[in-house]
């Protein structure tokens, strides 16, 4: 073979995705000297690429001809076997190299392309109205599902609050004077939710007057979504009214049948409306304070929460009427007033309010039991709603669209005030009953505060969530755990007390409208065998007065004994968890007592355990 025999040799150069614009491709021919060509480039004002056109070449022509012919063939000599010190000499030809044509990124591989910025329209829309209602339609149904697997026999505040309805009823009706002055301990007016659940309770049972209240937290529920999506957005409103929908207090008010749901409801109408009439003229917001008041007279306990909507009055005005915002909240203020006022000195319930709100006993649970059952049953939601009130003050901006940026949104002072007294409103209710040391209706409590403070839940949600559902799971996780807890402790709760229906069965034999009666829980015998008997002939084991036929009085646990010694009872009902240290002392006082025999003992489980039903007959 030839020594100056040339092998072609191919060696391209290697593809550098960082190289500049203007840089050109460079070979080499035969004496060092190069030739540049003009490669692509990006044209940033498309999105694909343009060829440019090839520079000239350099005017010196090529030696070699065949370099010309074929400019891309690089010439190699061969060198001659042997020793190295042999070839040192030899002259050294340099390689021609070739720049190739860059590919597009977006060619060889699919690249996800970037979010747009723009996501939720400003605009309102038909479709996008329409989707939220069937989400919040969705929503309700689950709700709705939640509550209504629940079951047991009425609970003795139940029994208590329906019982009181039917003697209200048939001394509205027929002239019968009431068995018991009702208004003097009730916690709401009788003449209102009870006598309007015993007339569903006349129709339907139980069971309707338990959906009576359904009907209010689901009304309750569509109220929170509207006046959430007014203060931000449909977003907001969906999450906020899915959590709330699966608080315990929810799920459990809403098939319960006392005054709570009602109450709840109306609260959540006149803050509906507060919000709702922010632009109107001021005194369109008087149309607030008839539902506030009637709220007062359903539960009392309601008046700790219309300062909170007196205050939303002016914050919600305040980004459309400035300083005359201030008015506005007057207005609201003198008109709830004069008509709590007018409602106070015109009628009898002042009685009732002293000594079941303001006058109330204070009870012995300490101030860490009051806190755990706290957040127990409301601290995961009020932490969400926590974390969404400092996102708002840090941030404002609700839409996602671009357009939001060039909107004038309230300053971070007003943002700060409206997350605390939504965030605060919810500790109204448990830092009273800390105050009080008493658990009693605190599960029911918790949810009036969390329905103020369920707006900012549903900001935290959404913010947790990200632009454009980027985190949907977090969302879902943080739901999720409300539900479980909801559906945990809603289950335990409707299942503290016993089924009373084999012990209802046992006595209805033995009552009548002339005998005697002492129970664990008077109420609830009284309401399912109301026709038989009437609140007055039951006694309770919770004080008791007792003048024997000598004349001599008792009081407290010697008149339980003394008048059971005496016969006083025609039938006595114990259940050894209403009052278990009475309990006993009734018991022991039955037993060997010939004026008594037992009639039945039924046992029952419940939440806490099992325990039984002592029915004793008097026989002399």
Same mark, same amino acid.
């Given at each position: 073979?030839?020594?100056?025999?040339?092998?072609?040799?191919?060696?391209?150069?290697?593809?550098?995705?960082?190289?500049?614009?203007?840089?050109?491709?460079?070979?080499?021919?035969?004496?060092?000297? +190069?030739?540049?060509?003009?490669?692509?480039?990006?044209?940033?004002? *498309?999105?694909?690429?343009?060829?440019?056109?090839?520079?000239?070449?350099?005017?010196?022509?090529?030696?070699?001809?065949?370099?010309?012919?074929?400019?891309? !063939?690089?010439?190699?000599?061969?060198?001659?076997?042997? #020793?190295?010190?042999?070839?040192?000499?030899?002259?050294?030809?340099?390689?021609?190299?070739? *720049?190739?044509? *860059?590919?597009?990124?977006?060619?060889?591989?699919?690249?996800?392309?970037?979010?747009?910025?723009?996501?939720?329209?400003?605009?309102?829309?038909?479709?996008?109205?329409?989707?939220?209602?069937?989400?919040?339609?969705?929503?309700?149904?689950?709700?709705?599902?939640?509550?209504?697997?629940?079951?047991?026999?009425?609970?003795?505040?139940?029994?208590?609050?329906?019982?009181?309805?039917?003697?209200?009823?048939?001394?509205?009706?027929?002239?019968?004077?009431?068995?018991?002055?009702?208004?003097?301990?009730?916690?709401?007016?009788?003449?209102?939710?009870?006598?309007?659940?015993?007339?569903?309770?006349?129709?339907?049972?139980?069971?309707?007057? #338990?959906?009576?209240?359904?009907?209010?937290?689901?009304?309750?529920?569509?109220?929170?979504?509207?006046?959430?999506?007014?203060?931000?957005?449909?977003?907001?409103?969906?999450?906020?009214?899915?959590?709330?929908?699966?608080?315990?207090?929810?799920?459990?008010?809403?098939?319960?049948?006392?005054?709570? !749901?009602?109450?709840?409801?109306?609260?959540?109408?006149?803050?509906?409306?507060?919000?709702?009439?922010? +632009?109107?003229?001021?005194?369109?917001?008087?149309?607030?304070?008839?539902?506030?008041?009637?709220?007062?007279?359903?539960?009392?306990?309601?008046?700790?929460?219309?300062?909170?909507?007196?205050?939303?009055?002016?914050?919600?005005?305040?980004?459309?009427?400035?300083?005359?915002?201030?008015?506005?909240?007057?207005?609201?203020?003198?008109?709830?007033?004069?008509?709590?006022?007018?409602?106070?000195?015109?009628?009898?319930?002042?009685?009732?309010?002293?000594?079941?709100?303001?006058?109330?006993?204070?009870?012995?649970?300490?101030?860490?039991?009051?806190?755990?059952?706290?957040?127990?049953?409301?601290?995961?939601?009020?932490?969400?709603?926590?974390?969404?009130?400092?996102?708002?003050?840090?941030?404002?901006?609700?839409?996602?669209?671009?357009?939001?940026?060039?909107?004038? /949104?309230?300053?971070?002072?007003?943002?700060?005030?409206?997350?605390?007294?939504?965030?605060?409103?919810?500790?109204?209710?448990?830092?009273?009953?800390?105050?009080?040391?008493?658990?009693?209706?605190?599960?029911?409590?918790?949810?009036?505060?969390?329905?103020?403070?369920?707006?900012?839940?549903?900001?935290?949600?959404?913010?947790?969530?990200?632009?454009?559902?980027?985190?949907?799971?977090?969302?879902?996780?943080?739901?999720?755990?409300?539900?479980?807890?909801?559906?945990?402790?809603?289950?335990?709760?409707?299942?503290?007390?016993?089924?009373?229906?084999?012990?209802?069965?046992?006595?209805?034999?033995?009552?009548?409208?002339?005998?005697?009666?002492?129970?664990?829980?008077?109420?609830?015998?009284?309401?399912?065998?109301?026709?038989?008997?009437?609140?007055?002939?039951?006694?309770?084991?919770?004080?008791?007065?007792?003048?024997?036929?000598?004349?001599?009085?008792?009081?407290?646990?010697?008149?339980?004994?003394?008048?059971?010694?005496?016969?006083?009872?025609?039938?006595?009902?114990?259940?050894?968890?209403?009052?278990?240290?009475?309990?006993?002392?009734?018991?022991?006082?039955?037993?060997? /007592?010939?004026?008594? #025999?037992?009639?039945?003992?039924?046992?029952?489980?419940?939440?806490?355990?099992?325990?039984?039903?002592?029915?004793?007959?008097?026989?002399?």
């Amino acid at each position: 073979m030839n020594s100056n025999s040339r092998h072609e040799h191919y060696t391209p150069q290697p593809y550098d995705p960082y190289a500049e614009e203007e840089s050109a491709s460079t070979r080499f021919n035969s004496n060092g000297r +190069r030739s540049r060509q003009q490669g692509p480039a990006y044209d940033d004002g *498309q999105y694909g690429y343009q060829q440019e056109q090839h520079r000239e070449q350099d005017q010196e022509p090529y030696q070699d001809q065949r370099y010309q012919q074929d400019p891309y !063939a690089t010439q190699i000599p061969q060198q001659p076997h042997g #020793r190295h010190e042999d070839h040192a000499d030899q002259p050294t030809y340099a390689l021609r190299t070739v *720049q190739y044509q *860059q590919v597009p990124d977006d060619e060889p591989e699919y690249h996800i392309p970037e979010t747009p910025e723009a996501g939720w329209e400003m605009a309102a829309s038909r479709r996008r109205a329409w989707v939220s209602r069937v989400v919040l339609l969705c929503i309700m149904v689950i709700q709705a599902a939640l509550s209504l697997r629940l079951s047991n026999t009425a609970f003795q505040d139940e029994a208590l609050y329906l019982a009181a309805g039917h003697a209200h009823l048939d001394h509205m009706l027929g002239g019968t004077e009431l068995p018991r002055d009702y208004a003097a301990y009730f916690s709401g007016s009788p003449q209102l939710y009870p006598v309007l659940a015993a007339i569903v309770d006349a129709e339907f049972g139980l069971a309707g007057a #338990r959906t009576l209240s359904l009907f209010f937290m689901l009304c309750t529920t569509g109220l929170l979504y509207s006046f959430t999506r007014r203060l931000f957005n449909e977003r907001a409103a969906l999450a906020a009214a899915a959590l709330f929908a699966v608080l315990q207090s929810t799920v459990v008010m809403g098939y319960f049948a006392t005054y709570d !749901a009602a109450a709840v409801f109306l609260l959540a109408l006149t803050t509906w409306i507060v919000v709702r009439t922010d +632009r109107a003229p001021v005194i369109a917001v008087l149309l607030a304070a008839p539902f506030g008041v009637l709220a007062v007279g359903v539960k009392y306990a309601s008046a700790l929460y219309l300062p909170t909507i007196v205050v939303l009055a002016l914050l919600t005005a305040w980004p459309h009427k400035g300083r005359r915002a201030f008015v506005r909240m007057v207005v609201l203020a003198l008109g709830i007033g004069g008509l709590l006022a007018a409602g106070m000195y015109t009628t009898d319930l002042m009685a009732g309010v002293r000594q079941t709100t303001t006058d109330r006993a204070h009870g012995t649970d300490t101030v860490e039991f009051l806190l755990e059952q706290t957040a127990k049953w409301g601290g995961l939601m009020f932490l969400t709603a926590v974390g969404g009130a400092i996102s708002y003050v840090r941030r404002s901006r609700m839409n996602e669209s671009p357009l939001a940026l060039r909107l004038g /949104n309230p300053g971070w002072r007003w943002r700060a005030l409206l997350g605390l007294v939504l965030c605060g409103t919810a500790v109204l209710a448990p830092a009273y009953q800390v105050h009080l040391g008493t658990v009693v209706s605190l599960f029911k409590h918790v949810g009036f505060g969390l329905l103020f403070a369920a707006p900012m839940a549903g900001v935290g949600v959404s913010r947790l969530m990200g632009a454009h559902f980027r985190y949907p799971q977090l969302g879902i996780m943080l739901w999720t755990a409300v539900l479980c807890l909801g559906i945990q402790q809603a289950d335990w709760r409707f299942d503290i007390w016993p089924d009373s229906t084999k012990m209802i069965n046992a006595i209805e034999s033995h009552v009548d409208s002339k005998g005697e009666y002492l129970a664990s829980t008077p109420e609830v015998p009284v309401y399912y065998l109301y026709d038989k008997s009437s609140h007055h002939q039951w006694h309770s084991l919770f004080g008791m007065e007792y003048k024997d036929a000598k004349g001599k009085y008792y009081g407290g646990d010697e008149a339980y004994t003394a008048a059971v010694k005496a016969g006083k009872f025609d039938l006595i009902v114990l259940d050894g968890l209403t009052n278990p240290r009475v309990d006993d002392i009734v018991a022991a006082a039955a037993k060997g /007592n010939s004026h008594y #025999r037992l009639l039945a003992e039924i046992p029952f489980r419940n939440a806490n355990g099992t325990s039984e039903y002592r029915i004793w007959i008097k026989t002399s």
